[in-house]
């Protein structure tokens, strides 16, 4: 190989050379670039994921919701986001922060609304179980004043029907006594008349009384001064009349002391 072509190999094998090298070092120019930017997008995505609410989705999206207002909510491309620069980076996590700070604010907002809420709820039932307290209290002491009066009613009107029944009896047994007297005094003015009656009746009858106790002795004496008879004939004609004549004397003497 003369000099010429020596040199004409030696001078392409040289632009090989740095033509590979020129390669080789864009390559791993890539590589660090490539792995630098992995390392990025690793990075950021931690940082973006551990802000509060953020979430990685499935459409290569970050997105954070506005709580209080979605149409403010953050949305961003995966791409956008991982591969810009780190000033436009900022930018984008700052709006991050701000809504999750808002978000925070919101629900602490929420919170606390929340809070006054079940409070003002709590009060109103606190009243609420204090008015009905008291209202059955109330209704208790209505109810314990009506039962009371209504013993007390009761118990008056025992008194008074008992009052009442105590005086009927006493105008009963009034009424009973007069009546009895009245009886009485009827009994004592029928029987004054009667013994009155009778004793004027005997006095008017006395004359004839003796006059037929006197018959009824005259009549006795008949008997005892009876003749002496010896006719049988006579003598039955006496024994028929003597038993008549002592019935007669008999019937003489009861009968007259009732004239």
């Known amino acids: 190989m003369d000099e010429d072509n020596y040199n004409k190999v030696l001078s392409g094998a040289k632009l090989q050379k740095q033509a590979k090298e020129e390669a080789d070092r864009k390559a791993e120019q890539e590589r660090i670039a490539f792995?630098?930017?992995v390392k990025q997008r690793k990075e950021r995505e931690i940082e973006l994921l551990n802000i509060d609410g953020?979430?990685?989705?499935?459409?290569?999206?970050f997105t954070l919701t506005?709580?209080?207002?979605?149409?403010?909510?953050?949305?961003?491309?995966?791409k956008e986001i991982l591969d810009c620069d780190d000033k436009?980076?900022?930018?984008?996590k700052d709006e991050f922060l701000a809504t999750a700070e808002s978000n925070k604010a919101y629900r602490e907002k929420l919170r606390?609304?929340?809070?006054?809420?079940?409070?003002?709820?709590?009060e109103r039932e606190r009243q609420l179980a204090e008015e009905r307290a008291k209202a059955e209290a109330e209704r208790k002491a209505i109810e314990e004043k009506a039962r009371k009066e209504r013993e007390e009613h009761?118990?008056?009107?025992?008194?008074?029907?008992?009052?009442?029944?105590k005086?009927?009896?006493e105008r009963r047994a009034e009424q009973a006594r007069i009546e009895a007297e009245r009886l009485e005094a009827e009994r004592k003015s029928a029987a004054e008349k009667r013994a009155k009656e009778e004793a004027e009746r005997r006095?008017?009858?006395?004359?004839?009384?003796?006059?037929?106790?006197?018959?009824?002795?005259?009549?006795?004496?008949?008997?005892?001064?009876a003749p002496e008879l010896k006719a049988e004939d006579a003598v039955k004609i006496m024994a028929h009349i003597e038993p008549i004549i002592k019935d007669t004397v008999t019937y003489i003497r009861l009968n007259s002391d009732k004239l």
């Open 35 to 37: 792995e630098k930017l």
């Open 54 to 61: 953020v979430k990685s989705n499935p459409d290569n999206t």
């Open 66 to 78: 506005n709580e209080e207002n979605p149409d403010f909510s953050n949305v961003v491309d995966f």
């Open 88 to 92: 436009k980076f900022k930018n984008y």
């Open 112 to 122: 606390a609304e929340k809070e006054r809420l079940q409070k003002e709820a709590e």
């Open 154 to 165: 009761e118990r008056l009107l025992l008194i008074e029907r008992e009052k009442q029944a």
């Open 167 to 169: 005086l009927e009896a």
């Open 203 to 225: 006095a008017k009858n006395a004359p004839d009384k003796e006059k037929l106790l006197v018959f009824a002795t005259e009549l006795e004496k008949l008997l005892y001064n």
